[in-house]
Every structure is written in C-alpha cells, then in structure tokens.
C-alpha cells in the first residue's frame, strides 16, 4: 500500500517548488549588471528579467521599462518564458491530478488501485514541469555565461546572474524530487495486492490401518 506520509512530503516540496517557478518567472532579476573593469556607469545597477527591464539610479530611482514587442526579443528570452509558463501550467495539472490519487484524499478510495495509478501520473507530470524550469534556467544562464567571456562584449554590456536564476534552478529541483517520491511510492503496491501463498505438500487419500 502508498505511504501517505510519502505522498504528503513528495506533493508538498512539488509544491513549494511550483510557488518558486512562479515567482523566479515573475522576477526581474534573470542577469544583473557586471561591475568587472573599471567601467563607470550613471546607473547604478541594471536587470533585465523575462517581461522587463529595470534600471536601479544613483539617486535610490528605480526605473522599469516593459518589453513592447514579442517578436523583437532574444531567443532566449522567447525560449524562457515558454518553457517556464509550461512548466507552471505543467504543475498546476499535475497538482489536481495528484490531489485525486493521494491516499490521503476522499477521492477514489473505493478504487485503490486506480488511485495509485492516479498519484504516479500526477507524479510524472510534475517531474517533466521540473524538466523543463531547469532547461529553461539553464538555457538562459548558458548564454549569459557566453556573452560575458565573449572578448567583442563590451564592459558595459557584460551580465551575470540573477537571484531569479537560482530561485528557478531551486524550484525545479524540488518539483523533480516531489514528482520523484510520489512515483517511486507506487512501485510497490501489486505485490503487497497479490501475496505469494505456498503450496501445500499434505498428502490426502492415505488410510493408515
């Protein structure tokens, strides 16, 4: 039989998780501003998330600009924010899914079995939402890495990585490591269904005298 305290702990960091991606997608901070050389900036620190772009001024002003046009941005930038609402989306499916093969719920429970069943789709679901938060992050973070070693960026022009960055790696890993305990609590339960009875050797029909 599912362990539902297993269940209970696999669902709660999925979704802890799926509040982390929410807020890494929502945040401004996806690269910051490098302060390597001596280049001297009016800005005191620039950002640049997925829906805008903030300037922080000397002043304590803090200036934001949303992106107009879809089209006109980054691949990366395009990418990222595909693979980081699908994998909201993806959670918030796997979320009630996973709700209705929990032991733990009223749902199903003349059905065992299909509720097991239930619980590892809704456990499969949320470890491909991590999947794709973790390549979306990684994505964006590899061609910040390639466009500040790249010797033609300018000084001004260099970005590192962002708090949003490490927010997005965190929750993807705790969907994938909810998503995994909710699959492997299930691996067990068709042979705790059909125990293993031994065979009898009596021997019957034998009339002792």
């Known amino acids: 039989m599912a362990n539902t305290g297993v269940q209970l702990l696999g669902f709660t960091l999925a979704f802890i998780g799926f509040i982390g ?17 001596d280049n001297i900036i009016t800005a005191l620190a620039l950002y640049e998330g997925l829906w805008m772009s903030c300037a922080s001024q000397s002043t304590g002003q803090i200036q934001c600009e949303e992106f107009d046009s879809l089209l006109q941005l980054p691949a990366m930038v395009q990418g990222a924010r595909g693979l980081m609402l699908s994998s909201i989306l993806l959670c918030f499916i796997s979320i009630l899914v996973a709700s209705v093969g929990m032991r733990c719920t009223i749902c199903m429970r003349d059905q065992l079995e299909q509720k097991d069943k239930v619980a590892l789709s809704g456990g499969v679901i949320f470890i491909i939402a991590g999947l794709f938060a973790l ?27 962002g708090s949003a960055l490490f927010v997005g790696w965190g929750a993807a890993c705790l969907i994938i490591i909810g998503g995994a305990f909710l699959c492997c609590n299930c691996s067990n339960k068709g042979l705790e269904r059909h125990p293993h009875h031994p065979a009898s050797h009596s021997r019957g029909g034998t009339d002792y005298v």
């Open 21 to 37: 991606s929410i807020a890494a997608t929502v945040m401004v901070e996806w690269k910051a501003s490098s302060y390597a050389g």
């Open 135 to 161: 390549v979306g992050t990684s994505w964006y973070a590899n061609r910040i890495a390639q466009a500040f070693y790249d010797p033609f960026t300018p000084t001004n022009a260099r970005y590192e990585f």
